[in-house]
């Protein structure tokens, strides 16, 4: 019994889903700094590059403006935003192609943000 539980978790473990995945070096932002962030997959590769206009800002459900944009860099997104306004902020990256196990996949990802002042001493 215990040797066909090991060839099943053997058989199953190289089969990880290569979904992409959002990050943000930093969860405490203050306004002022920058945001930044990686958009990467641990075992597939993107579709087509993600551009500037697949990406948007929402507080709420009004779209708001940021200073932002993406680099492509050697298989990983690069991504950058100057936090110049206080709230909570959703950050939404639609339409991310990605392949998995040869098949093309589309995704949306979205990532929370809180930008507040907090007094340094």
């Known amino acids: 019994m215990k040797v066909i539980l090991f060839l099943t978790f053997l058989l199953v473990l190289p089969m990880v889903l290569a979904t992409p995945s959002f990050n943000i070096q930093n969860e405490a932002i203050q306004p002022g700094e920058t945001i930044l962030g990686i958009i990467e ?8 590059e993600i551009e500037s206009s697949d990406v948007s800002f929402f507080q709420g459900r009004k779209e708001v ?18 936090a110049v306004a206080e709230g909570n902020f959703t950050i939404k990256i639609s339409n991310i192609l990605y392949s998995e196990e040869g098949v093309l996949k589309s995704i949306n990802l ?7 002042s907090v007094p340094i001493f």
């Open 65 to 82: 403006f940021f200073e932002y944009d993406i680099l492509y860099y050697e298989g990983t997104h690069y991504f950058y935003a100057y």
């Open 110 to 116: 979205e990532k929370e943000a809180s930008i507040k």
């Open 41 to 48: 997959i641990e075992n597939g590769s993107f579709g087509k």
